[in-house]
Every structure is written in C-alpha cells, then in structure tokens.
C-alpha cells in the first residue's frame, strides 16, 4: 500500500504531518528523524499502555534506536481510568526522574486514551514540550489524534481538565489495526460516519458506497478513510481551534443522545461508538422537525451505520430521564439543550431545543 501523507494547517500553529501507512511503524524513527526539532532531541519518551505495550511497543523502541534516538518508555493501564489527575501526576514525576528537559518530546503509543494523556501531560510539563502521536485504535486514527484537544476527567466529568496542543507530527500505522477487537473498531467507524454527515456529499456517498469492505477492514479503503476524516476534521479545527466560534461543534453531532445514554445505562454497558451511533439515529430524526431534513437522509444514514456494523441499540428510558442527563451533560449551555441538526448531507446547524420540543422528539422516537 502506497503511504498517504496530510498536512495539517491550522492558523497561529505551525503545520504538521499525518502518515498513514501500513508496516509505517518500523519506519517512525526515521520519520521523526526528519521533524525540526527532534532529531536533535536529548531524549523521547513513549507512552503506551498495557495492552499495546505487549503488541507493539517493541516494534516501536527498536525503530526510534535504529534511527539513532535515545527513546525511553513508560506503561500505564488501559482504559480510560488512566486520563486521570493521578496518573498524569505519576507520569510528570516519571518525566522529571528522566531529567525530560524543553527540547525532548513524549509519544503518544495507543488509542484516544493514551493520545489525550500524552497530549495532556506533554502540553503541561516544563510549559509545554513536543507531541507525537502514534494512533493505533480507529477512533484515534479518524479523530483524536489530530486537532489538538487533550483531558484528564475527573470525579465531576469527562474531559474537564485539559489543554489545546497540536501534535508535532501523527503516524498512523493501519496495519496495527488488526489487533483491534469488532467493539473498538465500530467505535472508529461510528466517529467516521458522523464525520462523513457532516462533511460533504462526495465523503459520504463513497462511504455508503465502500461501507461493507470498510467494515471488512480492507486496507486501501481503511487508509482513504483515515484520510477523509482528517482532512475533513483539521478543516473544522483550522477555523475554530480552541471550539470558540461554534464552528467546532459540529463534531458533537450525535453525541448529545450519546453522552446521555452512556451515563444513563452505565458507562461501557454500550460502546462509545454504538452510542454515537443512536445517538445520530435521533439527531437526524429530530432534524426533520426542525430544519427540514429530508426522511430519505435518515434512512441513507440508518442504512449507512446499519452497514458498518452499527445497528439500532433497542435501549429506551423514560423521556425526561433522557433530558435531565443531556442538561447535565458539560456541552449543555443557556437554555435549551443544543443540538447539531442536519439539514442535508454536509449542512448542519446548532439548534438549542427547548424541553417541550424535545421531550416530544424523545416519545416519539422511542415509540
Ligand atoms: N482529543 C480528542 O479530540 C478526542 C476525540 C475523540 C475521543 N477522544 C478520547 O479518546 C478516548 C477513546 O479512545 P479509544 O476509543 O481509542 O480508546 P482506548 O484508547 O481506551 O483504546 C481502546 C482499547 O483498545 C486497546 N488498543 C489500542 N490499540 C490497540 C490495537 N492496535 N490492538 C488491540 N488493542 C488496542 C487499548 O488498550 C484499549 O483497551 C476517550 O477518552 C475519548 O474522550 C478524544
């Protein structure tokens, strides 16, 4: 497979690589080798955690020493109890007993996890050192590696406290992905398909039209897939980097649904990603209403997340316990709850829907 390279641009911040290959992991020392700044690097020090520390932290190691970088690296434990205050605190004071000094850099090793505790920790240490991040699950080959959020969560929330720190460079290695269990890879397709709504009619019709080999993870259409998300996503983020003109927001669409069910049902009962996916089922549902999306686009979309291995989620709970846990959700503001509504493929809006409105929407979808 022929490596795909994106630049990244985004104003105010200076311009950094994606590489989305398949076998590129073998090849990340020589290409942070060829990052300003870094091959001149007093010492890297990678991040990962359990579980990708036994697939592919090795692989990792032994390509940083072969291009002549002084790498170290550091475990922590998989899963999102690790984007904590604690663990961030361990990691700064494993940082400081490696003598981490401004010119060093931390690598990001794993999935979303990883990606936003690196990010967060890395952006904080000594003000703020280099950040790579080296994806390895779907959802942070499509979203979070690129963009530059980072977060810890807290007692009170999910990514209440963090930084905004684009990385120097991302590689993404898609043959990682083989390792990833049908659970983790929805979650990636979910945010993929939430991107291709909002993004345009040419991303979209070509992934209804590619869903069931994207499903069967077929390489080249997987690295055309990663692409689209990332470009789409670092267009939305070249015009609104630190989500303060609403342009941003676009990225909740179908997560309002999607936050409260997860708390609601517990979180991890459904993945992320099935959530996600209901929760676009309702936003696009409850667009009809309220800026004219056409039924036909609720069914392509259906259609499409039936396709990737997203069905319907058959979960229901009472209406006003759906809308108690959207108001409580950190994106809530003001009255109303706000919604990313589409009008069309590509059009969306942000419409903050009162209760009465809402509630209504809530029966009858669950009708
Ligand atoms: N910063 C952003 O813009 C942004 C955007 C979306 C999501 N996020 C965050 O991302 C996180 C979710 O990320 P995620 O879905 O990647 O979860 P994750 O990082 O927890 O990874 C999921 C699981 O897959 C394992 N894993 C990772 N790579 C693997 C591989 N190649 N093979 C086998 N197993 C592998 C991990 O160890 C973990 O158990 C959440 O905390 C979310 O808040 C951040």
Not at 102 to 131: E, N
Not at 189 to 206: C, Q
Not at 313 to 318: F, I, N, Q, V
Request: contains cysteine; proline residues 3%; charged residues 20%.
């Amino acid at each position: 497979m022929q490596a795909m390279r994106v630049v990244v641009s985004i104003p105010g911040e200076p311009d950094y690589d994606v590489r989305i290959g398949s076998g590129s992991l073998d090849e990340l020392g020589s290409a942070l080798r060829r990052v300003p700044g870094l091959a001149k690097s007093p010492q890297l020090l990678v991040i990962t955690d359990a579980n990708v520390e036994r697939l592919y932290l090795g692989r990792a190691m032994d390509s940083l020493a072969n291009a002549g970088l002084t790498a170290s690296s550091l475990v922590v434990p998989a899963g999102e109890g690790a984007k904590s205050v604690e663990v961030a605190a361990e990691v700064w004071d494993a940082m400081a007993a490696l003598g981490l000094t401004r010119d060093c850099a931390v690598i990001a090793l794993g999935g979303g996890v990883v990606g936003d505790l690196t990010g967060f920790v890395g952006s904080t240490f000594m003000r703020g050192i280099s950040v790579v991040q080296v994806p390895t699950t779907l959802l942070s080959m499509v979203d979070s590696s690129v963009g530059g959020k980072t977060a810890v969560n807290l007692e009170a929330g999910k990514n209440l406290v963090g930084t905004f720190c684009q990385p120097v460079q991302v590689c993404a290695d898609i043959a990682t992905l083989s390792t990833l269990d049908e659970r983790e890879w929805t979650c990636g397709l979910a945010e993929a398909a939430k991107s291709s709504v909002i993004s345009s009619d040419d991303f979209f019709f070509w992934m209804v039209e590619n869903a069931s080999a994207i499903f069967g993870r077929e390489e080249e259409l997987v690295a055309e897939l990663i692409k689209r998300c990332i470009v789409f996503k670092a267009g939305v983020v070249a015009q609104d980097k630190t989500e303060s003109c609403g342009v941003r927001e676009c990225l909740n669409y179908g997560h309002t649904l999607a936050h409260a069910i997860e708390a609601l049902a517990g979180y991890g009962t459904y993945s992320h990603g099935a959530a996600v996916a209901e929760g676009m089922r309702f936003a696009a549902f409850l667009s009809q209403g309220l800026v004219g999306c056409e039924p036909d686009l609720v069914e392509a979309q259906g259609a499409l997340l039936d396709e990737l291995g997203l069905p319907p989620l058959g979960w229901k709970a009472d209406a006003r316990d759906i809308l108690t846990a959207m108001k409580h959700d950190k994106k809530a503001r003001g009255t109303g709850v706000r919604f990313v509504c589409i009008r069309d493929i590509g059009a969306w809006e942000l419409v903050s829907v009162d209760d009465e409105t809402l509630l209504e929407a809530l029966e009858a979808y669950y009708a």
